[in-house]
């Protein structure tokens, strides 16, 4: 049996439901407590970070190495080619939007005025605890904040590399939201680039859908997103490649 350790809204997360779903690969989740997390993550795979994914007698540790090992255990429905230019290709675009998924999250967490929806999105898979789980929310905030450096000056800089994100993609794609990033199939370059921007695109489904903490501005600016080709992009991934568990 398959164990996904995970945190639900985290987009890193996504990317490897997004993947097991994709292979049509059973598993169940396995929500740790964000901050206590790191007791459990250590021991299992000695990283601070989620997703986890425990696959019979193996354990393995972040979004990309799990994906590389799903694609060679389980090679039916295949993300990645078999033409070594494309492979690398995709590789490469695959740690880009990786990097980029650090720019969107800091970004977001930088635009939150409200934390209410973005704590209850969080939170709501935890039992209360007594009170306590609702007692850790500000402490949770705080961490947040400090963990992902929210700082007027950093955020500020992700907005630009978030942009300079979507412009990849409408260049790789030619402006066009039917296409794929790289070659005519969906490949981890896709799913990357689709999940770890999904927040900011909130598709249907998704556990960031009801999330809404931000302001006026930032909606003016996320209406713009959602106009360009890069966000019909994003939206278009979901809506068509997204395969879910039933
Ligand atoms: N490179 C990692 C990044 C994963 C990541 O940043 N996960 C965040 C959640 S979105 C996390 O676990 N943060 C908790 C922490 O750092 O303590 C991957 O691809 O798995």
Not at 143 to 169: F, Q
Not at 174 to 183: F, K
């Amino acid at each position: 049996m398959r164990t996904l350790y995970q945190f639900p809204i985290s987009h890193y997360c996504e990317k490897t439901r997004w993947h097991l779903d994709h292979k049509g690969l059973d598993y169940r989740v396995d929500n740790l407590f964000p901050g206590f997390h790191r007791l459990q993550s250590k021991r299992l795979a000695n990283i601070v970070t989620l997703p986890i994914l425990r696959d019979g007698e193996q354990v393995v540790g972040d979004s990309t190495a799990i994906a590389l090992h799903l694609e060679q255990r389980y090679p039916e429905q295949p993300l990645l080619p078999q033409d070594a230019e494309q492979r690398a290709q995709i590789m490469e675009l695959e740690e880009r939007f990786d990097r980029l998924g650090v720019h969107v999250r800091r970004w977001l967490y930088g635009q939150i005025e409200d934390w209410s929806t973005v704590m209850h999105a969080m939170l709501k898979v935890y039992r209360p605890w007594f009170g306590l789980r609702d007692l850790m929310k500000p402490l949770l905030i705080d961490g947040v904040k400090k963990l992902y450096g929210i700082r007027p000056d950093r955020v500020a800089k992700s907005r630009e590399e978030l942009l300079a994100g979507l412009d990849l993609i409408e260049q790789l794609t030619g402006g066009d939201p039917a296409r794929y990033l790289v070659g005519d199939q969906l490949s981890l370059a896709d799913v990357a680039a689709a999940s770890l921007y999904g927040p900011l695109f909130t598709p249907a489904g998704t556990p960031w859908e009801h999330i809404a903490g931000h302001g006026q501005e930032t909606q003016a600016f996320l209406d713009q997103l959602f106009a360009r080709p890069a966000g019909q992009w994003v939206l278009r991934r979901y809506a068509e490649d997204r395969q879910r568990r039933t």
